[in-house]
C-alpha cells in the first residue's frame, strides 16, 4: 500500500515516514497529495542519503505516485528529504524538511544490485518529449480537420472526397456570397455528403 503525503503549502504530513530496510529495492510507494499553491508545477522530491551526502533526485509523477529509487535507501537512518516545484511563468516553491526512516538489517547471505532510475534531467526530458508529441499531434489533427471542412465556391457546397484526394463540387447551393464562410451543421454536411452520393451514383 502506498504511503501517503499531504503537502500542504510548505508544510509536509506526516513529518516523517518509515521506507523500509536497507538495500530493499521497488518495495516503498509514495502517494503525493499537494494543496493549489502547488498546481502546474513541475515537482521534484530530493532524498539525502548516505550520510546527507548523496542527493538523490526524482521527478514526481502526474498521478503522484512515486516509487522511491533503490538510491535513496542504500543505506540504513534517518534522512532528510524535500519537495520543490518550478513553474513555466518561474515561481518556485519548496517544502520543509521531512524524514525518510531506512530500517537497519544484518548482513545477508545476498544483497539484491540496484535497480538504478534514470537520472533528473532524463526524467524531466521525457515527460516534456511526451507532452510535446500529444501537443504536436492535436495541432495535426485540428489542421487535417480545417483543411478538409467543407467550405463555398462558386456559390455551392465542396467536400473533400477522401477516395480522389481533392474538392468535389455537391452542386447544393449555398446561401452565402464569397469570400464569406458560412458554418455548416452537421445536418448539412449530412445532407452534402447525402447529395454527393446520389450524384457520383448517376455519374
Not at 533526485?57 to 518550478?86: F, K, N, R, W
Not at 467550405?151 to 480522389?164: A, E, M, N, R
Request: one cysteine or more; charged letters at 25%; proline letters at 7%.
Amino acid at each position: 500500500m502506498p504511503i501517503q503525503i499531504s503537502v500542504d503549502g510548505y508544510r509536509v504530513s506526516p513529518c516523517s515516514v518509515t521506507l523500509g530496510t536497507a538495500g530493499s529495492v521497488d518495495v516503498a510507494v509514495l502517494e503525493f497529495s499537494f494543496s493549489d499553491e502547488w498546481a502546474e508545477l513541475e515537482k521534484r522530491i530530493t532524498f539525502r542519503a548516505c550520510g546527507h551526502s548523496n542527493a538523490v533526485a526524482c521527478i514526481i509523477p502526474t498521478d503522484g505516485i512515486l516509487s522511491v529509487p533503490p538510491q535513496a535507501m542504500m543505506e540504513s537512518g534517518y534522512h532528510p528529504a524535500v519537495i520543490d516545484g518550478v513553474g513555466k511563468d518561474g515561481k518556485v516553491l519548496f517544502s520543509v524538511e521531512f524524514g525518510v526512516e531506512v530500517l537497519y538489517h544484518p548482513e545477508a547471505g545476498s544483497q539484491p544490485p540496484p535497480d538504478y532510475t534514470p537520472d533528473e534531467y532524463q526524467q524531466f526530458v521525457q515527460r516534456i518529449q511526451a507532452d510535446r508529441q500529444r501537443a504536436e499531434d492535436a495541432a495535426e489533427d485540428a489542421r487535417q480537420a480545417a483543411n478538409t471542412y467543407p467550405h463555398i465556391q462558386s456559390g455551392t457546397w465542396w467536400v473533400f472526397d477522401p477516395t480522389l484526394g481533392d474538392w468535389v463540387d455537391t452542386g447544393v447551393p449555398s446561401t452565402g456570397t464569397e469570400p464569406v464562410l458560412e458554418e455548416a451543421s452537421n445536418e448539412d454536411i449530412d445532407q452534402i455528403f447525402k447529395d454527393l452520393n446520389i450524384q457520383m451514383r448517376r455519374k
